[in-house]
């Protein structure tokens, strides 16, 4: 078992910063996969960026250039520097990890909102 702890949202004005960070703790070691998904009101959710033990980073087009995923592996922490943001990206934010089996977790998400 894997468990998730998200922090780092909150309200941003068009083209601020803000950087989430989700915190793992139990089986880590098992974790191949680390990353995170956003939800907007009345949209499916969808896939912002992901980043794998060998450092191998995708993101969503949305956001490259904008958004940045890195990981503390001291700290089983993944983080998501998002800059430059848009009212677009406001969003339920979730992160996510997979470990070998493959499981699946999620965090409880965090609201991301982007508004003068």
């Known amino acids: 078992q894997v468990q998730l702890v998200e922090s780092g949202g909150g309200l941003v004005q068009p083209g601020g910063s803000l950087r989430l960070s989700c915190a793992a703790s139990?089986?880590?070691?098992?974790?191949?996969?680390m990353g995170w998904y956003r939800q907007a009101p009345g949209k499916q959710r969808e896939l912002v960026a992901t980043?794998?033990?060998?450092?191998?980073?995708n993101y969503a087009d949305s956001v490259k250039g904008r958004f940045t995923i890195s990981r503390d592996n001291a700290k089983d922490t993944v983080y998501l520097q998002m800059n430059s943001l848009k009212p677009e990206d406001t969003a339920v934010y979730s992160c996510t990890v997979v470990e070998y089996g493959p499981y699946t977790y999620w965090g409880q998400g965090t609201q991301v909102t982007v508004s003068s």
């Open positions: 980043l794998t033990t060998g450092g191998t980073t």
């Open positions: 139990g089986r880590t070691f098992s974790i191949y996969l």
